[in-house]
């Protein structure tokens, strides 16, 4: 079983950057497809961006498309998610999930349904 930890949230001013990571522990990280989610307060868990399980695709939503980035350390096993052009909007908790997954295909997955681990999620505040 795979553990997932995040760190690096925080409250940040509009326009500024933060730098989430996710922890992985258990299995590698190349055992699993990868995705960010978030959830603010009264709404429900909306996909920021994934990734395939090597690496090799990635996708994000349209609202965060061009300043948000995912990457990956396979040696540190972990995950990250590079926001930059902070709004207001992007303020929610952001959960990073994974997905066990041995197709031979370049798969990533957009819903939350769709993954088998979550983190407990790390807070991000953009002030206006």
């Known amino acids: 079983q795979v553990h997932l930890v995040e760190s690096g949230g925080g409250l940040v001013q509009a326009g500024g950057s933060l730098r989430l990571s996710c922890d992985v522990s258990g299995r590698t990280l190349n055992n699993y497809a990868m995705g960010w989610f978030r959830q603010a307060p009264g709404k429900e868990r909306e996909f920021v961006g994934a990734?395939?399980?090597?690496?090799?695709?990635?996708v994000y939503a349209d609202s965060v498309k061009g300043r948000f980035t995912i990457s990956r350390d396979d040696a540190k096993n972990a995950l990250f998610l590079q926001l930059n052009s902070l709004k207001a909007e992007d303020t929610a908790m952001y959960f990073c999930?994974?997905?066990?997954?041995?197709?031979?295909?370049?798969?990533?997955?957009?819903?939350?349904?769709?993954?088998?681990?979550w983190g407990q999620g790390t807070q991000v505040t953009v002030s206006s």
């Open positions: 990734m395939s399980r090597l690496g090799g695709r990635t």
């Open positions: 999930a994974a997905k066990v997954d041995y197709s031979m295909f370049i798969l990533v997955y957009t819903q939350p349904q769709e993954y088998d681990y």
